[in-house]
């Protein structure tokens, strides 16, 4: 599961997160929405070690991520919203480069193999990655990020480049996963497959958490009988002075 206790990371004057507290159960879909500028992608970046807190901490299964983040990195599977590959490597080699970050044995070659072909990039899988879309980048990513089975998985804004199809296998992929007892936590900007997908949705705002509920509660907020996104517009309107 994940938790945060009052995390909050300033740059200077300016607050990015301010005091989060969230705790997110193991099987849970969570999808974390918020404008450009919210404080997601800082968010995800202190869930995942890459960013030190200003002040509070975070807890990925168990394990605080400052204290003990190889531990607590072991169990994470990160997709970002621009992933970082390695170009003069083929997709396979990756994923064997990937292995062995997490000191795979070679019987996860077969593994690999498998989330290739899952992702339909198999037939890709010998080609150097320079030559990849960003469609193909972005599967090849979700192709490492489960190669060692992770019990937490944390995505940012995961739909940039797929294709309609890819949409639909990637959201009905999370969704099995977290029937399997993963805990997925997903920042986006579609909120239509939020709302499809997610058994809880937290909105932050200006770096503060202002709601946090299933879909239903979140439309309950609104007095008008909207989407999904009619009440996020309408819950992340900027104050009046």
């Known amino acids: 599961m994940i938790q945060t206790e009052n995390l909050t990371k300033r740059f200077g004057p300016k607050t990015a997160v301010d005091s989060l507290t969230i705790e997110v159960p193991p099987g849970e879909f969570f999808c974390f929405l918020g404008p450009n500028g919210a404080g997601k992608t800082t968010t995800i970046k202190m869930l995942t070690g890459l960013l030190l807190p200003t002040a509070g901490r975070a807890i990925v299964g168990g394990y605080d991520i400052q204290r003990d983040p190889i531990e ?7 997709i970002p919203d621009h992933p970082f ?14 292995a062995g970050l997490y000191r ?7 593994k690999a193999s498998d989330l290739l072909d ?3 990039i198999g037939g890709v899988a010998d080609q150097l990655i320079e030559n990849y879309s960003h469609g193909m980048r972005q599967k090849l990513s979700f192709a490492s990020c489960f190669l060692h ?7 940012d804004e995961p739909w940039v480049g797929l294709d309609p199809k890819n949409i639909r296998f990637v959201k009905d992929f999370l969704r099995e996963k977290t029937r399997e007892g993963v805990t997925v936590f997903m920042s986006t900007h579609t909120l239509s497959i939020a709302e499809e997908v997610a058994d809880r949705i937290g909105i932050i705002y200006g770096g503060r958490l202002r709601h946090v ?10 007095k008008e009988q909207g989407t999904l996104e009619d009440v996020f517009l309408e819950l992340t309107q900027p104050e009046e002075l």
């Not at 607590?72 to 990160?78: H, P, Q, S, V």
């Not at 590959?85 to 990937?98: C, N, P, S």
């Not at 509920?213 to 609104?222: P, Q, T, W, Y």
């Open 104 to 110: 795979l044995p070679h019987a996860a070659n077969g």
């Open 118 to 120: 899952q992702f339909e």
């Open 213 to 222: 509920g299933s879909v239903a509660d979140i439309k309950a907020l609104s």
């Open 72 to 78: 607590a990195k072991r169990l994470i599977g990160y």
């Open 149 to 155: 089975e992770p019990s937490i998985v944390i995505v």
């Open 85 to 98: 590959l390695y170009e003069k490597l083929t997709g396979r080699e990756f994923m064997r480069f990937v």
